[in-house]
């Protein structure tokens, strides 16, 4: 901040050593006092245009460059978290989702291939977020997934400190979906132990996390295909729902 300050205060002292400056030697070479004042009267006359110009289009696209420079270091986060933690949690939340594989839903949807188009992702984005997922889980189902999700726990508090997802409101409410399944699971010291209503109660947790989770995963997988081929390539090689998936390129 101080550093800020002192440059603007730089800035000004330059700007205003420089105006006198030309008007001194605007004096010294023509001598007219009263032309010089017609001149500054007419360049105030245009004054309030020139600050309008400044202040609404200049500051318009100073705000879109830097909006897309949040973008970027936001992508770079995101695409971060799936190589991390998304792509192996969304293979682990997967098993116990009985109505996906196998199923039209994952052969149109979620069985991505290189050669898919931009508005073919466009439509599993939408049956994504509308498809009603349904989980079944068990004791040993539910130690498995705290036993892959909670050693990740304080990467997923550090996103939460993260000012580049501030933005990105569907992100920010997948993580919340996935770290209040940590916390419940991890709140569970015996799950063989549990009522059916709690099973039940887990099982929305799992089914609210996986439904973010993956609709999060299209999206991103959008982003690659339009902007990074080579990622995009490397995405769908680590594709979460084959079971064939390579990164090793045939």
Known sequence: MKEKTGFRRRMIIILLSTSLAFFSLQQFVFHDIHETGFLLLQDMTFLPIHVLFVTLILDQIIKRR?????????????????????????????????????TTFFSDYLNVELTWEESKLDKSVEAIKNYPYHAKVNAEEL??????????????????????????????????????????????????????????HLEKD???????????????????????????????????FSDEASVIVQ
């Open 206 to 240: 799992v089914e609210r996390a996986y439904a973010g989770l993956l609709h999060e995963w299209m999206v991103y997988l959008k982003h690659l295909k339009k902007k990074y081929p080579y990622l995009w390539s490397l995405a769908i090689r680590k594709n979460p």
């Open 66 to 102: 830097e909006r897309r420079e949040r973008m970027e270091h936001q992508n770079i986060v995101i695409s971060a978290f799936f190589s991390e933690i998304g792509t192996t949690t969304l293979r682990v939340l997967g098993d116990l989702m009985q109505n996906v594989k196998n």
């Open 143 to 200: 130690e498995k997934i705290k036993q892959s999700l909670i050693p990740k726990k304080a990467q997923i508090v550090q996103l939460f400190n993260n000012p580049n997802l501030l933005e990105n409101d569907a992100f920010t409410d997948m993580i919340w979906g996935l770290y209040h399944l940590m916390d419940e699971l991890e709140n569970r010291k015996d799950f063989s132990s549990l009522p059916k209503s709690d099973l039940e």
